[in-house]
């Protein structure tokens, strides 16, 4: 590869003996990553019916070394949402934030959804609970679309995709979140082997531009986090401006927040620490008189990731948390008083709240449901979620359009959003519609009524992934049915005659 020369020199700074074998590694086999997906099956449970030969990638629970010769994307397993075709060292930082059932997760850069399926799968909010919260936020609007569909693959049901830029998130939900990922845009030279094209994008004043970029988002990233809350900061380039000098600058303007050591024990030997601030001054990266060159802390439970030292690009990794006698309200203001509550409703349901039966018209209305629609969609998910209830005090409709919203749903007042919680489906005159991330969203299994399930060999399942009709003239009951790959979702299918009508949406298809 041709690398920029103002590139190479400071990558030998920066390594210095080991600077050779780095370079060794441009012409070396990249290996390539599969997570499972947690909501829908377990590890170990896919490793037993994995087409492909799988090895664990030791600083993961999930994740694995597969071989793409194996086309692991065109396997139905993938449509079925059963795992996410991620880059090994990409898997680190999701690993590291200790998410829990119940928490608000806040994934700040988050498309194409890499790290916040997994954070969703972490949470694991399935329908009907949906317990906790996940604000899934991208600041590219067209970005923000690869980032829902992600999300509806893998079957999260209580996220809130956002689509804001981090200062105004920040006026929203001050102190707000138990859990922040911070997956920075940066000027990605650990991505360089896997694409050069980001190489050639690359330049000394790009690594200033996103250096001043991250400082502000990082800022406002510790300002969203509640008091003993945990945040990561990670960037998959080498350059100390971005990484290291990052942390600098928020650990001096930020006494609340402190660095936390690396918690991963799996594949140690993979990890580097961070390099320490004395180490960035003599070697010139902090210059003198600049404004981090008074500035001390310990770096070393930060981690950088080197492609000549483990199976995966570079990244750089870092876990922080929030004192628990933070400042919050002093330096939110008056922000923080008006903080989101859990109960509260946004611009698109304030006006009509749960259990008030309003008789808006039924074109372009906002609200909860009349009663003749709760009985369509109750008739629906009592084929499809037997013996479970759903919420209705959580349902919602938009232009005939039926959301699930997260229990911990926040006011949505002034934010700009493409989803907040689960799209169901749509009200047809006297029918309910069911829709592609609902089909998603349900909890897989055999054996449930409603369901058709093929094994992955059976030619009716790329029949039915690719749009066609599928022909079961054995079946009797006509209806709606949830098309399965061994017992997990791909979609809805409608039975009539013995032919199966595909409402698998287009941009689904494979
Ligand atoms: N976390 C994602 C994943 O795992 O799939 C990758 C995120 S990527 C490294 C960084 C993201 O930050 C990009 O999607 C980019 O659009 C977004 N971004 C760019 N400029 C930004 C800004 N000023 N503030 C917030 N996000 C920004």
Request: charge should be negative; hydrophobic fraction near 35%.
């Amino acid at each position: 590869m041709h690398l920029p020369e103002e590139y190479r020199s400071d990558m030998e700074r920066l390594l210095g003996e080991d600077y050779p074998q780095f370079l060794a590694s441009y012409d070396m086999p990249r290996r390539n990553g599969l997570r499972v997906n947690r909501l829908k099956i377990s590890p170990e449970a896919f490793e037993k019916i994995s087409p492909f030969e799988l090895e664990r990638i030791p600083w993961t629970d999930n994740g694995y070394y597969v071989d793409w010769r194996d086309q692991p994307a065109r396997h139905p397993y993938y449509s079925a949402g059963l795992y996410y075709l991620q880059e090994p060292s990409a898997m680190a930082p999701a690993q590291i934030l200790p998410v829990s059932p119940g928490d608000r997760v806040l994934d700040l850069c988050a498309a194409p959804g890499g790290k916040a399926t997994e954070l969703g799968a972490r949470l694991a909010g399935g329908v009907p609970a949906q317990e906790g919260l996940l604000v899934a936020n991208e600041i590219s609007a067209q970005r923000a679309r690869a980032l829902l569909h992600n999300l509806e693959l893998f079957g999260i049901a209580n996220a809130l995709v956002t689509n804001e830029s981090p200062a105004r998130l920040q006026e929203r939900f001050p102190c707000y979140f138990d859990k922040i990922l911070v997956d920075a845009p940066c000027s990605g030279e650990g991505m360089f082997r896997k694409d050069p094209s980001v190489m050639k994008a690359w330049s000394p004043e790009k690594v200033d531009a996103c250096s001043a970029v991250q400082r502000e988002i990082l800022l406002s990233a510790a300002d969203m986090l509640r008091p003993g809350g945990y945040m990561v900061y990670s960037t998959c380039t080498f350059a100390p401006q971005e990484d290291e000098m990052i942390l600098l600058y928020l650990l001096s303007q930020r006494d609340d927040i402190e660095l936390v050591p690396f918690p991963l024990s799996g594949g140690r030997e993979s990890f580097s620490p961070a390099f320490d601030a004395g180490w960035l001054r003599e070697a010139g990266f902090i210059e003198p008189g600049s404004a981090l060159s008074e500035v001390d802390a310990d770096l070393s439970g930060a981690v950088r990731i080197w492609p000549h030292r483990s199976g995966g690009e570079g990244h750089f990794t870092a876990l922080l948390r929030k004192k628990e006698e933070d400042a919050c309200g002093e330096r939110t203001g008056k922000a923080a008083e008006n903080r989101p509550s859990a109960a509260g409703t946004g611009n698109r349901t304030s006006a009509v709240r749960a259990g008030n039966k309003t008789s808006a018209a039924r074109k372009g209305r906002a609200g909860s449901l009349t009663r003749e629609e709760e009985r369509y969609l109750g008739a629906f998910s009592e084929r499809f979620l037997p013996g479970c209830e759903i919420d209705q005090n959580r349902l919602e409709i938009h232009d005939q359009k039926v959301y699930l919203t997260p229990a911990a749903s926040s006011s949505m007042r002034s934010v700009a959003f493409l989803r907040n919680g689960l799209y169901l489906g749509e009200m047809k005159k006297n029918r309910f519609e069911p829709s592609q991330a609902f089909a998603m969203a349900l909890p897989p299994g055999d054996g449930i009524r409603g369901r058709i399930s093929f094994s992955p060999e059976d030619d009716q399942v790329l029949v039915y992934l690719r749009g066609g009709e599928v022909k079961l003239p054995q079946m009797k009951e006509n209806g709606w049915y949830l098309v399965c790959v061994d017992g997990f979702q791909l979609g809805w299918g409608k039975l009539s005659g013995g032919t199966l009508k595909n409402k698998l949406l287009a941009a689904w298809r494979s």
